[in-house]
């Protein structure tokens, strides 16, 4: 016997009525996660699909002839490996030298995450915004000759791009070959352009016989060059190398020098007088870190890629400072040493720059005609296949039951490495037994992490998940500004992957909202998707100053969890708090103990979901329908531009009653130390009592709002296939009783 209310009109009547099985719906098996570190219960699995797609590898990371050694994937990082030395770069990187700016710059608009370099690409398609960009560079002997291995991030015509190498030392630094305007100490000049290469001798430009051979799979992006033994054989010597990647002038004979603006044939950011013609230089190990030098103008130069030193060597010519010492001798031996704790070695734990080979892929290269800003299908300005993130491994090891694992998602205009090297991302990181803290690319700085976007930062944690092992029982999620967004809108729709949430001057939808005015983009609403927090307690940061996102639209989220009674803390910064403050101030202590290492509540009695249709993307797998032991949630009116279905679901076989919620709390306190010394605030903030008991029966409440599909998993619910159940709905909706065969229809 089941009950059911149907709503009529503005009353409810409700009806008793003996319900009968149907027919039921076809429910697919779950695909098994990675094991250990993520979900591998019952279904159906928490978080979207991709973040359980099975791994792939670009084309740009495949081996094939001689070539065996994994790659290393942590940028700026060297490694010996089967027989082979491996030299990983950073992607997206290849910004040249610090010149005049372009004015024509089409990344100059994304304002918080500027290039130390200032180079440009010509606008023809074929450069792809990115036709120099070095993935990684190869030395391996072989019988009779030693191989070299290019790989560059896009690759659509050969002739376009050269790669100058320098082999061994002089007592002087030695000019470059072909107009490369560098200069580096070399016995050698080993450079390819096309399907062309050539070895010189440095002291005086003379050719060396044989020429090498070369041969280039624009499958693969990858540049394999061969250099006989009878024109240059190291045997077992420690070879010093450092390399340059530029654009070519096949006309010419030599490099491309950028001018003042890009044309179609012709790169721009004015190279000075004494720069180098290269985009990008290998070997650059002691890249340092982003950092804030003017706290008054935290971003007027920020230089969040990782191309700072690159910029300044390249302006003066100097590519010395960049150099690998080859140890053929190890070489020969087949030596495997990843060299951690030397330099240039690969880091095993702080904050690092990985490298995510991602499923999808719309193109190569840079295209700034991508950029986002709107929810809908957002492809990124950064299409290739290889994609960058930043990641915090805690120094001090791996905890028992494996690391945490808290998302950090990025600022409008920003880019990964956002927080890289700061307190926010160490502070997150070594709370507790120690978190991995990750701040994917979300393929570019303007993806508002929606469809592509969206799935990159779920892509990255998947990726993390293969290389640690993590506890997924302890996740959280926090983020800046348009991470902020981020962080109300993943917990929203996949509430189940997290414990807690942290975000800072983010704005409930995308855009400006200050209430009580609509906000500007509608269908992004979180405010109308608050519901489905019941158990994610949010820690809310503001700033009454704040220009970019005005107070009243974080206060007003924070006073609809109150009217929730859900669990929240809002803390709001008084003067000067403007949108960078807190950034700038750098101190996330008690950000990180509200974080602290608290559980996700897998299968709570209560649970409250709201789906949001137009933030799914099936085409990238993070379509939001289930939550916790609810699946298969089908609205029954999806028109609109505004369409939502809502459910609100209690099992009583658990025999627990909710924790009764305590009143409107009103404090105040300072955050420090920090830049500004102290930052005072206001707060306000609700919790709960200790959850209470109730009679365990097998009874199920189910209230629908606009959904015409619901699948309940009675195990994760504690419930039989035989519940009593008890449905309120404003139309006509199917219950499905998953793995009992059974579908109910109410009315």
Not at 423 to 444: K, L, M, Y
Not at 508 to 534: F, K, N, Q
Request: net charge negative; hydrophobic share 35%; proline share 9%.
């Amino acid at each position: 016997m089941a009950r059911f209310s149907a709503m009529v009109g503005v009353g409810a009547v409700r009806l008793r009525f003996v319900v009968l099985a149907v027919a039921a719906w076809a429910l697919a098996p779950a695909a098994p996660a990675s094991a250990g570190s993520l979900y591998d219960g019952a279904g159906p699995r928490p978080g979207p699909d991709v973040l359980y797609g099975k791994p792939t590898t670009a084309p740009q990371l495949r081996n094939s002839g001689p070539w065996e050694a994994k790659p290393i994937l942590i940028s700026g990082a060297s490694a010996y490996r089967d027989g082979e030395f491996l030299y990983q770069d950073f992607i997206y990187d290849d910004h040249g030298a610090r010149g005049t700016p372009d004015p024509n710059d089409p990344s100059a608009a994304h304002a918080f995450s500027l290039h130390n370099g200032t180079y440009t690409y010509p606008t023809a398609p074929e450069y792809l915004g990115n036709a120099a960009d070095l993935v990684e560079l190869r030395v391996k002997p072989l019988p009779g000759a030693t191989a070299f291995r290019i790989t560059l991030n896009s690759l659509a015509d050969p002739s376009l791009v050269a790669t100058t190498i320098a082999l061994g030392n002089s007592t002087a630094p030695r000019e470059l070959p072909h107009g490369a305007n560098a200069q580096a100490p070399a016995h050698l000049f080993l450079t390819m352009h096309g399907t062309e290469a050539e070895l010189l001798r440095a002291r005086d430009g003379t050719p060396l016989a044989p020429a090498p051979s070369v041969q280039v799979s624009e499958r693969r992006n990858q540049i394999d060059l061969r250099v006989s033994h009878e024109a240059w054989n190291p045997r077992r010597r420690t070879v010093r190398m450092s390399a340059g990647v530029g654009l070519w002038d096949e006309a010419a004979g030599e490099y491309l020098m950028p001018g003042t603006s890009a044309s179609e044939s012709e790169p721009g950011g004015a190279a000075l007088g004494g720069s180098s013609a290269f985009f990008n230089a290998a070997f650059r190990s002691s890249e340092p870190w982003p950092e804030i030098t003017d706290p008054t103008q935290p971003f007027a130069g920020p230089r969040w890629w990782r191309d700072s030193a690159q910029g300044a060597a390249l302006a003066s010519g100097d590519l010395g400072q960049f150099h690998a010492e080859v140890d053929f001798a190890k070489l020969a031996q087949g030596a495997h040493d990843d060299m951690t704790g030397e330099p240039g070695g690969v880091p095993e734990s702080g904050p690092m720059n990985r490298i995510l080979s991602s499923r999808f892929r719309e193109g190569e290269g840079v295209d700034h005609s991508k950029a986002c800003g709107n929810p809908d299908d957002c492809l990124g300005i950064l299409t290739g296949r290889l994609q960058p993130y930043a990641i915090y491994v805690p120094p001090e090891g791996e905890p028992g039951q494996g690391y945490g694992m808290t998302l950090l998602l990025h600022s409008l205009d920003a880019n990964y490495n956002q927080f890289a090297d700061s307190n926010n991302q160490s502070q997150f990181g070594d709370r507790g037994p120690g978190s991995i803290v990750i701040t994917p690319s979300g393929r570019g700085p303007d993806g508002w992490y929606y469809g592509h976007a969206g799935a990159g930062t779920f892509e990255v944690w998947a990726d993390v998940a293969r290389r640690y092992r993590l506890d997924p029982r302890w996740t959280s999620i926090a983020g800046y500004s348009m991470g902020g967004y981020g962080t109300y809108k993943l917990a929203a729709q996949f509430p189940d992957l997290f414990a807690r949430g942290n975000p800072t001057v983010g704005p409930p939808s995308l855009g400006i909202w200050v209430p009580p005015a609509e906000p500007m983009e509608p269908a992004s609403h979180t405010y109308d998707m608050l519901e489905s927090l019941r158990h994610i307690p949010m820690l809310i940061w503001a700033g009454t100053n704040d220009e970019l996102v005005p107070a009243p639209g974080p206060l007003e989220q924070s006073q609809r969890f109150d009217e929730l009674g859900y669990r929240y803390t809002y803390d709001l910064y008084t003067p000067p708090a403007d949108h960078f403050a807190l950034a700038v101030h750098d101190q996330w202590q008690p950000a990180a103990d509200y974080l602290g290492t608290h559980e996700v509540d897998r299968n709570p009695a209560h649970v409250s979901y709201v789906v949001n249709p137009t933030m799914d993307f099936a085409n990238v797998g993070t379509v939001a329908d289930h939550a916790y032991w609810l699946s298969g949630l089908r609205l029954r009116d999806p028109a609109g531009e505004t369409p939502r279905g809502e459910v609100d679901a209690i099992s009583r076989a658990f025999g627990e009653a909710d924790p009764p919620a305590g009143s409107t709390e009103a404090g105040a306190g300072t955050l420090g130390p920090g830049t500004f010394g102290v930052m005072p605030f206001a707060e306000t903030s609700k919790s709960w009592g200790a959850a209470g008991t109730a009679p365990d029966e097998d009874q199920l409440t189910l209230e629908l709002e606009n959904l015409k599909r619901v699948v309940v998993h009675v195990d994760r619910a504690q419930l039989s296939c035989d519940p009593e159940l008890d449905v309120t709905t404003d139309g006509p909706a199917k219950v499905r009783l998953a793995g009992c065969g059974r579908t109910l229809s109410f009315p």
